[in-house]
């Protein structure tokens, strides 16, 4: 799903907000001061992305906001933000860039978000200057209303995209008893590299944009630690892992994305349960 808002769409959905009631297209068009065939194509998206609902009324079509939360999410922050700029700052790249950056790490950033680094940092830029993101060592996402409905819109496009209820980052790590057509990762992936374990759980990857990236062991690795924040038992399998496939894995590597991913807490303890091993091999 394309997370990017245009000008255009922010415009038809903060219409609707101001207007305050269900109208139909031509109402809604007029309004706007648009062509229908035009605004047509907005709602066709705005539906898609969860905005806006069309209630059918015999053969009539009227539209109305969304009551998905991240709609009221964003009507929330438009009738406290100076309504003539908001579509400028929040329009383009801004939300691609938003939901990555809740991760809080600017390297992070420039490898996730879906956009060139000058894009990244004029966007930066842009939100900095709206007062919707602050800095301190990195950029971060300071005003609440702005990370309240980042968080509720990303959470809907992967609802959307994978008929689940967690989300851990922009790039999800997903946990499921059932099969999904995602990308194995975590432990589900080291299963089939040497891991000697038995699963209840399925542990999947998939991107809330369009870009993509190829699982590899070191990746994996790097993803059960994510995951081993809240199942934390997962370090001693991957102390086992790592112990009998040191030779596939780099620790360079690991130690780089773990960095990135704000992991470095969950690498070190899974390194010391391999090196109290290793010490109970050598007694």
Not at 114 to 126: R, V
Request: hydrophobic share 40%.
């Amino acid at each position: 799903m394309e997370l990017k808002l245009t000008k255009a769409e922010l415009k038809v959905c903060f219409k609707i907000y101001d207007l305050n009631k269900t109208l139909s297209a031509s109402e809604l068009a007029d309004a706007l001061n648009i062509k229908k065939s035009f605004l047509s194509r907005i709602l066709k998206k705005l539906l898609k992305k969860g905005f806006i609902d069309i209630i059918k009324e015999g053969t009539k079509k009227q539209i109305s906001q969304s009551k998905e939360l991240h709609s009221k999410k964003l009507k929330d922050l438009y009738n406290s933000t100076h309504k003539a700029n908001i579509e400028k700052w929040l329009s383009g790249s801004a939300l691609d860039v938003l939901i990555t950056l809740q991760n809080n790490n600017l390297k992070f950033l420039e490898l996730e978000a879906d956009c060139s680094k000058k894009q990244i940092y004029n966007t930066l830029n842009k939100l900095y200057s709206a007062g919707a993101i602050n800095k301190d060592r990195n950029f971060y996402i300071s005003n609440p209303l702005v990370l309240s409905f980042v968080e509720a819109y990303a959470l809907f496009v992967a609802e959307k995209t994978a008929n689940i209820k967690e989300r851990i980052r922009k790039h999800c790590f997903v946990v499921s008893k059932t099969e999904l057509s995602l990308a194995e990762t975590g432990l589900s992936f080291l299963l089939e590299h040497g891991l000697e374990a038995i699963l209840i759980n399925n542990y999947y990857y998939f991107n809330l944009g369009k870009k993509s990236r190829k699982i590899d062991i070191n990746d994996a690795f790097v993803h059960a630690l994510l995951f081993s924040k809240y199942q934390v038992q997962d370090r001693t399998l991957l102390a086992h892992f790592y112990l009998k496939n040191r030779r596939k894995l780099s620790i360079i590597e690991i130690r780089k994305y773990a960095e990135q991913l704000n992991l470095e807490t969950e690498l070190k303890s899974t390194l010391l349960i391999v090196s109290n091993y290793e010490k109970l091999r050598g007694i």
